[in-house]
C-alpha cells in the first residue's frame, strides 16, 4: 500500500517536471525554431511598443541570446530558487516558486495569481459539488426508471446541456435571471470570509451555469455505468439473498458505478481550476481564466507562462488524488502488499 | 430415498412446480422459454434439471427464486417453496424467502461476488436481511461458521479478504456459505461447477453433496452435463425446448432412457472408458452409413489416406526443453517477479497422430500451444518444425509456418470477427499468402464450407447468423483453408453443447481420416481428449507430469496426479459416482489425519 502512494508521488512529480520542460519548450523554443530573433522575443515579453534600449535590455535580463541549455537552465532555477530582477537601480525580487515576472504590470506573476485564486476555487469546487450531485442523481435515477418520461426528459436535458456552451446558457442566465427578472443580485465577486450569503448570492448562477454543462455528462456517463453494473452477476447475487430493491442500488451498483466516475471528476476539476475561463468572463468574475485571458489580449506573455504552470500543476495533483483515492473505492488496485 | 415416479404429489415437497410456463415478449413474437414444466423435490431430496442451451433450465431457476420481477417475463402455473407460492407472493414476502428459505449458488464465481466488498461484509449483509435484530457481531460469528463449512481455511482471518483474493474454487465456496447463513430449506445451484476445474469441480460437488445430507437442505441442481448431476441427486428431470422430455429415478433415467432424445443426449457425452479406437472405429462406420444412405462419394479406401504414426520417420514437431517466462509486476516499486508458466517440456509429434495435452487451469497448456505455433517466443529450449529450428526465427521467416500450423481457439463467440462475413474471415488467409484471383477463393472457401458441414450460400452471412457449433466448423474451415500439417485445437470444445461437442469432434476425426491431418489437442475433459488422442501428456504447473499413449495412461496412470484426475471426473453411472465420491472422501479424510 505504502509503495503504491510512493509510486504514485513519484510518477506525479515526474509527471510535473515533464509539463515544465514542455512549457518552456512552447515558449522559449518553438518561437526560436520558427525564427524568432531574441529581440522579437523580448518585444513579446516587453509589452507595448518597446523602445531599442528596452528591448536590448530585456534580453539581457532574460538571457534571450544564450543557448537553449542555459535557458533552461535559469528558468528551472527562477522556478526553484527565485530570482532578482533589477530596473536600473530598482531591485524586485521573485520569491522561491518564481512562476516569472510581468513587465507589463512590474510584479511578480505567481502574487497575482494568488490573489485570483480564491475566486476559482470557489467557483470551479461549488460547482463540482452540484455537478456530481445532480448528475449522479438524475443519472441513478434515469438507469433505475429506464425508458420512463423521466429518463427521457432527463436525458433529452442532458443532450442539450452537453451541447450549449457556457456563452450562451451563461448569457441567457444573466439576462433574464439578473437583469430581466432581477432573481439575483448584479455584483462583484465577495470573499466568502466578508460576507458568505452575498458570496452565495454570486457566486449561485456561475456555479449553476457551469454546473450543468460537467452534470449533463455525468449523468449520461452514470446512467450507463449503472445500466451496465445493474446486468452484472453480482447484482443477481444481491437480490438473491434477499436485500430490498434500495440496497441493491445504494450499496451494490452505485459503487462500481462511480469508480470510473471519480476518474473524470479529477480530471475536471483539474481542468476549471486551471482556469474556468469561459465561465469567469462571461460573469465577470475575476479569477485565474479570466486573468489568462487579458494577458493573452494585452500579449503579457509571462503571465501566460505562469496561468499555463498552475494549470498544469492542479491537473497533475487532482490526478494524483484521485489515484490515491482509487484503491479506497476500488480493493483490486491494492495489488502491491 | 426420493420419491420414484413423477406425478405422485409427495407430502413433504419443499418445492412443487405445477405447470410452469415462462414466456417473454419479443418483437419478434412470445419466445416460450418454460411450456407446462411440473416437477417437486422432498426436504432434504435433491434433483438434478439437465438440458443444453436454450432447454430453459435456466429461466426456470430463476423463476423459482422469483427473479424473473421486473423483466418482462410472463409467468403462469405455480411455484411453491417451503409452502408459500412464488408466483403470486407480494415482492416483500418473496424478498423474505430468498435466501431464508431458497438460496442460489450461481455459474460463475469470478462474477458472483462484489469485486469491491470483502466477503464478510457481503456474508454478513445476507445474515442480517433476514435477522434484523441480530446484530454486527452474531451475524459476523454465523459467516466464520459458514466459511468453516464450506472448507475455507482460517475463516476468522479470511472473512476480511476480498473476492479477488480466493481463486475460483475457493470463490465457490464462498457463495455457498452465502446460501448457507439462514439455513435454507432449499439450495438451487445453476451450474455450480462449469466455470472450474476437474478436481475442483469433484470437491464442489462433493462439498454440496455432504451440506445436502447432514443439513437436511434440498437440493436442486441445474447442469449442462447429465455426469455432473448423475452422482448427486436422486431425481432427473431432462429438459428440452422448455419441456420435460424425462423426469424420474436418476438410476432409471441413466441406464434406460425412454425418450429418443434422453437417449441421443446420453450417446454424446464422452466416456472416459472409451478408447481412441473404439471411437475411431464407431465414427468410421458411422459415416460409411451415413454416406450409404445419402449416396454421397468418399469410398471405404479413402481412409487408407490415414497413415499410422510411425516414430522411425522424422518428426513433423520436436519440443525440446522449452520454457516460458513471464514477468509479473507488482513487487517492491514495481519490481518484477518470474513466473514460469510452462518449464523443461519436451515432445516429438509425428505426422498424422494427435497428441492430447490435458491439464487444469494454469498448467500451462495454452502457453504451450502459443509457444509451438510461435505466437511466443521460448524462453528457453527449441521448438523444430519439419526439422528447421523455429525457436528464434524473425516474424519474417515465419511467413510458411502460418500456413502450415492452424490454431482453433476456444471460444467461437469471440474468435470471430462480427463486421467480416464468414466467407471473407475464411478466405482472408488465402489473400494474406498471395492469392489474387478473387472467384477462386470464393469456389475454394465454398468447396470447404461444404466439407465441414456448411451451405456454401453461407458465404456472405456473418457470424452473428451461426450457432455456437456452426461457429465452430467456421473457425475449423477457416484453419483448414491453407491446408495446414498441422491443427492447434484449444480446447475447441468445451464452449460446446454435448451434443453439438460430438458432433464437432466426428468432423474433427472426419478431417484428420480425409486430409492425414496432425493434431495438438488441448483440453480439462479427460473424456475428449482420451478419444481424440494417440498419445497423451498430462500437465501440471507448467510441467508434464505423465505422457505416453493415451491408453496406458488412462488405464494405468503412473502419476498421483492423473490419478486425482481421473478418479475427479464425472461419469455417468450413478452407481460408480458414489463409489468415487466415497473414494474421494477416503482419501482426503487420510491425508488430512
Known amino acids: ?337 | 430415498m426420493a420419491s420414484t415416479g413423477p406425478a405422485s404429489a409427495a407430502p413433504d415437497a419443499v418445492v412443487r412446480v405445477d405447470d410452469l410456463r415462462v414466456t417473454f415478449p419479443t418483437m419478434d413474437g412470445d419466445v416460450h422459454a418454460v411450456k407446462g414444466l411440473s416437477f417437486e423435490v422432498p426436504a432434504g431430496g435433491a434433483l438434478g434439471i439437465v438440458g443444453e442451451s436454450g432447454s430453459g433450465k435456466s429461466v426456470t431457476s430463476l423463476a423459482l427464486m422469483g427473479l424473473h420481477r421486473g423483466s418482462r417475463a410472463e409467468i403462469t402455473g405455480s411455484i411453491e417453496v417451503a409452502g408459500q407460492d412464488v408466483v403470486t407472493a407480494s415482492d416483500r414476502k418473496l424478498r423474505s424467502m430468498r435466501g431464508n428459505d431458497i438460496a442460489m449458488v450461481f455459474q460463475d464465481p469470478m462474477q458472483s461476488l462484489h469485486p469491491q466488498y470483502t466477503i464478510g461484509n457481503q456474508l454478513v449483509e445476507a445474515y442480517l436481511v433476514h435477522h434484523p435484530k441480530a446484530g454486527k457481531a452474531a451475524a459476523r460469528k454465523r459467516a466464520v461458521e459458514a466459511l468453516d463449512r464450506v472448507g475455507i481455511p482460517e475463516p476468522a482471518k479470511r472473512i476480511n479478504s476480498y473476492p479477488h483474493e480466493f481463486s475460483g474454487g475457493m470463490r465457490q465456496r464462498v457463495v455457498i456459505a452465502m446460501g448457507l447463513m439462514c439455513d435454507p430449506k432449499v439450495l438451487l445451484a445453476d451450474e455450480p461447477t462449469t466455470a472450474l476445474d476437474v478436481t475442483v469441480q469433484a470437491r464442489i460437488l462433493d462439498l454440496l453433496d455432504e451440506l445436502r445430507r447432514e443439513l437436511n437442505m434440498a437440493l436442486i441442481l441445474v447442469s449442462h452435463d447429465l455426469a455432473v448431476v448423475a452422482g448427486s441427486v436422486d431425481e432427473v428431470v431432462v429438459m428440452r425446448h422448455g419441456q420435460a422430455v424425462e423426469r424420474g429415478d436418476v438410476r432409471t433415467v441413466l441406464s434406460s432412457p425412454e425418450h429418443p432424445y434422453t437417449q441421443a443426449l446420453l450417446a454424446a457425452v464422452p466416456r472416459v472408458e472409451m478408447s481412441r479406437a473404439e471411437r475411431r472405429a464407431q465414427d468410421r462406420a458411422d459415416r460409411v452409413e451415413r454416406e450409404k444412405r445419402e449416396g454421397t462419394v468418399t469410398k471405404p479406401g479413402d481412409f487408407e489416406a490415414f497413415t499410422p504414426a510411425s516414430t522411425e520417420d522424422e518428426p513433423l514437431l520436436r519440443v525440446r526443453d522449452v520454457a516460458q517466462r513471464f514477468r509479473v509486476r507488482g513487487g517492491t516499486w514495481g519490481r518484477a517477479t518470474d513466473f514460469w508458466a510452462v518449464k523443461g517440456v519436451s515432445f516429438d509429434l509425428f505426422k498424422g497422430e494427435t497428441l492430447g495435452v490435458v491439464g487444469e487451469s494454469g498448467s500451462g497448456k495454452s502457453t504451450l500451444s502459443r509457444m509451438v505455433m510461435r505466437l511466443l517466443e521460448p524462453t528457453e529450449g527449441t521448438v523444430e518444425f519439419e526439422g528447421r529450428d523455429i525457436t528464434h526465427m524473425p516474424e519474417r521467416g515465419l511467413r510458411p509456418l502460418r500456413r502450415d500450423v492452424q490454431m482453433v481457439f476456444q471460444n467461437p463467440y469471440s474468435s470471430l470477427n462480427p463486421r467480416l462475413t464468414i466467407g471473407e474471415s475464411i478466405g482472408t488467409a488465402l489473400r494474406v499468402q498471395g492469392e489474387r484471383d478473387g472467384k477462386k477463393i470464393r469456389s475454394q472457401v465454398q468447396e470447404l464450407l461444404e466439407r465441414v458441414g456448411l451451405e456454401p450460400n453461407h458465404y456472405n452471412r456473418f457470424p452473428h447468423a451461426f450457432s455456437g457449433g456452426q461457429r465452430q466448423r467456421i473457425a475449423i474451415a477457416r484453419a483448414l483453408i491453407l491446408k495446414p500439417k498441422l491443427i492447434i485445437c484449444d480446447e475447441p470444445v468445451s464452449a460446446l453443447d454435448v451434443s453439438t461437442q460430438d458432433q464437432v469432434l466426428r468432423l474433427l476425426s472426419e478431417l484428420q481420416d480425409d486430409f492425414g491431418l496432425t493434431y495438438i489437442f488441448v483440453a480439462h475433459d479427460l473424456a475428449v481428449v482420451r478419444q481424440v488422442s494417440d498419445r497423451v501428456a498430462v500437465m501440471r504447473k507448467g510441467e508434464i507430469v505423465e505422457m505416453g499413449d493415451s491408453d496406458s495412461v488412462y488405464e494405468n496412470p503412473q502419476s498421483d496426479y492423473t490419478r486425482q484426475l481421473l478418479t475427479a471426473a464425472p461419469v455417468l453411472d450413478p452407481d460408480e459416482a458414489r463409489d468415487l465420491r466415497a473414494e474421494r472422501v477416503a482419501k482426503r479424510a487420510a491425508d488430512a489425519a
Not at chain 1, 504590470?105 to 497575482?112: A, C, D, F, G
Request: aromatic share 10%; with cysteine.
Open chain 1, 1 to 337: 500500500m505504502l509503495n503504491y502512494v510512493l509510486r504514485r508521488l513519484g510518477a506525479g512529480l515526474l509527471l510535473l517536471a515533464v509539463v515544465t520542460a514542455v512549457t518552456f519548450w512552447i515558449f522559449y523554443v518553438l518561437p526560436r525554431w520558427a525564427g524568432v530573433t531574441p529581440h522579437g522575443m523580448a518585444a513579446m515579453y516587453v509589452g507595448k511598443a518597446p523602445t531599442p534600449e528596452a528591448l536590448d535590455a530585456t534580453v539581457e535580463r532574460l538571457g534571450l541570446d544564450q543557448p537553449v541549455a542555459v535557458q533552461f537552465y535559469d528558468f528551472i532555477r527562477t522556478l526553484l530558487l527565485g530570482q532578482e530582477f533589477t530596473f536600473g537601480r530598482e531591485t524586485v525580487q521573485c520569491a522561491a516558486p518564481c512562476l516569472g515576472y510581468s513587465f507589463t504590470t512590474n510584479s511578480p506573476v505567481l502574487p497575482q495569481l494568488l490573489d485570483r485564486l480564491p475566486v476559482t476555487l470557489s467557483l470551479g469546487l461549488g460547482a463540482a459539488v452540484i455537478w456530481v450531485i445532480g448528475g449522479v442523481a438524475v443519472g441513478v435515477l434515469s438507469a433505475v426508471k429506464k425508458g420512463s418520461i423521466f429518463d427521457r426528459l432527463a436525458m433529452g436535458v442532458a443532450l442539450i446541456g452537453v451541447s450549449l456552451p457556457i456563452y450562451f446558457t451563461g448569457l441567457l442566465a444573466l439576462a433574464f435571471l439578473v437583469h430581466e427578472w432581477g432573481l439575483f443580485p448584479v455584483s462583484r465577486y465577495v470573499p466568502f470570509t466578508e460576507n458568505p450569503v452575498a458570496w452565495f448570492q454570486v457566486m449561485f448562477l456561475p456555479w449553476v451555469t457551469l454546473a450543468f454543462l460537467h452534470a449533463a455528462q455525468y449523468a449520461r456517463q452514470t446512467r450507463a455505468g449503472m445500466l451496465e453494473t445493474l446486468n452484472e452477476d453480482y447484482i443477481r447475487t444481491a437480490r438473491a439473498k434477499g436485500l430490498s430493491e434500495r440496497k441493491v442500488i445504494f450499496k451494490h451498483a452505485l459503487r462500481p458505478t462511480l469508480t470510473p466516475i471519480v476518474t473524470i471528476l479529477g480530471l475536471d476539476i483539474g481542468m476549471v481550476l486551471g482556469g474556468a475561463i469561459l465561465t469567469e468572463t462571461v460573469f465577470s468574475l475575476n479569477g485565474v481564466g479570466a486573468y489568462a485571458i487579458t494577458s493573452i489580449v494585452s500579449k503579457d506573455l509571462p503571465v501566460v507562462l505562469g496561468v499555463t504552470l498552475l494549470g498544469a500543476v492542479f491537473i497533475v495533483v487532482c490526478n494524483l488524488i484521485v489515484d490515491l483515492l482509487y484503491p479506497v473505492v476500488d480493493p483490486r488496485v491494492r495489488i502491491a502488499r
